[in-house]
């Protein structure tokens, strides 16, 4: 297991490497869980919030001219 998991560093550190030699930069961030049940939730709530808005419509129509089909 512990071989596996060592030439899996390596390639991770070499492709870094790599990157790094390219001009890129590694970065990390946190984002939302769009899987819990608290996101859920709370974009149901958004999504209701915007359909029930007197500017439903032309919030709507806005979403559909940006939106590809």
Known sequence: MSSS???AG???????????Q??????KIWV???????FAREARCQS?????SKGEKDNQD????ISEF
């Open 5 to 7: 998991k060592n030439l």
């Open 48 to 52: 209701l919030a915007v359909a029930r």
């Open 62 to 65: 806005f979403i559909d001219s």
């Open 22 to 27: 390219q001009g890129m930069r590694l970065i």
């Open 32 to 38: 939302p869980d769009v899987e819990s049940p608290e």
């Open 10 to 20: 390596n390639k991770q550190r070499s492709q870094r490497k790599r990157r790094g």
